[in-house]
């Protein structure tokens, strides 16, 4: 299989892709946003829409109405038979139930209909989704309801087209199982948090505030024919045997290389596709591992941003079969090079048109920026943990600290400018600050702050958390996971932190402190409590987990042991009273990542069994085997010992590794055996992370050997030479 595997790949041509002359042509093509909504909707509708969407306005039936019949108009004018609710429920992926506009009428004819409460709700089977027990198996019942803020789109197959709505996916009794309607209550409360503060200090103009992602998104590309080669990727995502080639990424000069053929006329094809479907993709490149690349979109509001990058993996991997590869969205596909991250740049900006991380040219007019900034760095430094928590899984475990990402240590990077401003900020004195404020007055009147840019600072690519000029970037974010579940804590954080704030500037100023000294007060405690958390060094290094466990930092390096932050009295303290989780919304999700971390690694596990004894002891027996008849050969000839003692050894060493392999898969099968045993899905879970995992280790290093010792012809599945260099 794996040489007519070779054989196809050789054989593949680039795709001609058609490309218009600008892209802006296509640009939303497919969306029905605003443009659209003024042709196919009265003027009473569009403004009742256009309420809902800015100002989060709740639309009544009457207009749902009217909406469904011009969003059906235009779904049928763009050739849909179907709509369907798109979801994001907690297995990861997006869902999605198809209904036809299709409807009998009276006698023999037939109508489209398409209804304000079919947009609205539908009702998929909540109990056949990952819901943590929330709902029992005879409960079906849940619903999906419309989500007017990010705009429903058609999706193009090769057989047809079909309208997707955007939805959030909540049970039957209210509970909310996807990442979308906990994601929607986190960014109106940071939006009520920072309006707030702006409205009290500084500008009273405020009147919304939005907080902004661009999502990087790396991946692997591999031929669709050595991937169906190989058992390990197409059931998991990643290879779980395979040697390092003799030339890897060592020569860094994929980095951003001259891209291949193929490859070029895929992303050209999945850019065309994606800006259809108004995700403003902006950069494509090659990544740093052999057949690793990237692409970048620009800035949208968080919820659009996260919606579209799921909508973009998913369209990613049907292009990719188009052009007989396949995507790897797998933090740690392949051993000995990089593995794939989903970069988050994370920003606020007003409807005053500022970006509140923006430092600004003027030093003497930044305490806002100083504001927003400093209370990032403590919301960061109190809830690091659960920041931990929100990028942790089976995958991303392969991928953090292996010296190409950040490590499992939360820390935050500002760079050398800004611990600069922030050390002469904590020295200052206050006493001369305090004056009455005047419309628009932001200034400290601190004279050693040196002026503040954008860009001010270098990149630290090792920190899991670094400010980059006018944002923060949180790289620890793993490539196949949902931004949301990031997301949802760092704005939660930050309006929890933001209120606190507000809260106790609040109270030193009925003290009767000045405003602005009040302001700085309470921002210079806040840097006193949280500067063990900023660290502006080398993340890869063992000296920065020595540091960091003097600094008292958590070093969590397992996501069972990470997801407990979760259920902390802290954090459900913190998500409770902020309104985005029940205690029993969220002892549901840490169950249901839990459970889904098991099950990774019990997949794993059986792949890795099943290929070792199928086809990798098998490989290695039949090279034995003729090794063997070597030998008897040459002993019958009446050679000396000598003339045939390398093959004597080389058998020896096979049977070493046969033995090795076959002992760590029947030990790793008993222990996987005692780990289903265990009722409680925490220690389940610790069970097959301590117990069954290791066992990977010890079958892939002698798989790996054999690779390496066996004759090419005989080795059964496509080497990393191969899959990672043939395009």
């Not at 009544?60 to 050739?79: N, T």
Request: charged content about 25%; hydrophobic content about 40%.
């Amino acid at each position: 299989m794996r040489f007519e595997a070779l054989k196809m790949v050789n054989n593949r041509q680039a795709l001609e892709i058609f490309s218009p002359s600008k892209l802006s042509e296509l640009y939303g093509k497919n969306v029905f946003g605003y443009e659209k909504m003024k042709v196919y909707l009265a003027k009473e509708a569009y403004q009742a829409i256009e309420k809902s969407i800015r100002r989060g306005i709740a639309l009544d039936r009457i207009h749902a109405d009217q909406i469904a019949a011009g969003m059906k108009q235009w779904a049928l004018e763009m050739g849909c038979t179907h709509y369907t609710h798109w979801f994001q429920p907690l297995t990861g992926s997006t869902a999605e139930k198809h209904d036809a506009f299709f409807e009998p009428s009276e006698g023999d004819r037939a109508i489209e209909k398409f209804s304000g409460n079919a947009l609205v709700q539908q009702e998929p089977d909540a109990s056949s989704f990952p819901n943590g027990g929330l709902r029992n198996t005879f409960e079906a019942r849940g619903y999906t309801a419309w989500d007017p803020s990010s705009p429903a789109f058609v999706m193009e197959y090769p057989s047809g087209k079909t309208l997707c709505i955007p939805t959030v996916f909540v049970s039957y009794t209210g509970e909310a199982l996807d990442f979308k309607a906990p994601l929607l209550k986190a960014l109106h409360q940071l939006e009520e948090a920072t309006v707030a503060v702006c409205q009290s200090y500084f500008d009273r103009n405020v009147k919304k505030a939005t907080a902004s992602l661009g999502i990087e998104q790396e991946y692997f590309l591999v031929d669709e024919a050595l991937f169906n080669a190989r058992q390990d990727l197409m059931i998991s995502g990643r290879t779980l045997v395979g040697h390092p080639p003799a030339k890897g990424q060592q020569l860094e000069d994929h980095y951003f290389g001259s891209i291949p053929e193929r490859i070029h006329s895929y992303m050209v094809d999945m850019e065309c596709e994606a800006i259809k479907l108004g995700i403003p993709l902006k950069t494509r490149h090659n990544e740093v591992a052999p057949g690793q690349f990237e692409c970048a979109p620009m800035y949208e509001e968080v919820n659009l941003a996260i919606d579209h990058n799921q909508l973009l993996m998913d369209l990613m991997e049907k292009i990719a079969r188009k052009h007989n590869l396949r995507v790897l969205f797998h933090e740690k596909p392949f051993a000995g090079v990089n593995g794939s991250g989903k970069h988050n740049n994370w920003s606020i900006t007003t409807d005053t048109g500022e970006n509140l991380l923006s430092p600004g040219h003027t030093p003497k007019n930044n305490l806002q920026f100083l504001t927003f900034f400093i209370n990032v760095i403590k919301a960061v430094h109190d809830h690091a943990d659960l920041m931990r928590a929100s990028i942790a899984s089976a995958a991303n475990d392969h991928r953090l600290g292996a010296n190409e990402a950040p490590p499992a240590i939360m820390s935050v990077f500002i760079g050398s400018q800004l611990t600069k401003v922030l050390n002469e900020f904590k020295k200052e004195v206050t006493s001369q600050i305090g004056r009455p404020r005047k419309e628009g007055d932001n200034k400290i009147n601190i004279k050693k702050i040196p002026e503040i840019l954008v860009d001010n600072t270098d990149r630290n690519r090792t920190s899991p958390f670094a400010f980059t000029g006018n944002k923060f970037e949180f790289r620890a974010v793993g490539s196949s996971a949902n931004s949301a579940s990031a997301m949802i804590v760092m704005n939660t954080i930050m309006a929890d932190q933001l209120l606190q704030f507000k809260d106790e500037v609040d109270k030193l100023i009925k003290a009767g402190e000045p405003e602005k000294l009040a302001i700085v007060t309470i921002l210079k405690k806040y840097l006193k409590s949280s500067k063990r958390i900023l660290f502006e060094g080398n993340g890869y290094g063992d000296e920065w987990v020595a540091e960091a466990l003097e600094r008292g930092l958590s070093n969590v390096k397992t996501t069972p042991n990470a997801l407990d932050a979760y259920i902390s009295k802290q954090s459900k303290k913190l998500f409770v009273n902020n309104g985005i989780f029940t205690e029993r919304e969220l002892e549901a999700r840490h169950e249901i990542m839990l459970e889904t971390y098991v099950k990774k690694i019990q997949i794993e596990s059986r792949v890795i069994g099943e290929m070792a004894t199928t086809q990798i002891i098998p490989a290695a027996v039949s090279y034995q085997t003729r090794l063997g008849q070597n030998v008897s050969t040459l002993i019958n000839a009446g050679l000396k010992k000598d003339m045939y003692a390398t093959q004597l050894e080389m058998v020896t060493e096979i049977s070493n590794h046969i033995n090795t392999i076959k002992q760590a898969v029947d030990q790793m099968i008993e222990e996987r055996k005692l780990a289903n045993n265990i009722e409680n899905m925490h220690q389940r879970a610790n069970a097959y992370c301590d117990k069954v995992k290791p066992y990977f280790d010890t079958i892939r290093y002698h798989s790996d050997k054999l690779e390496l010792a066996i004759e090419d012809g005989l080795w059964p599945l496509p080497k990393y030479r191969e899959i990672l260099f043939l395009k």
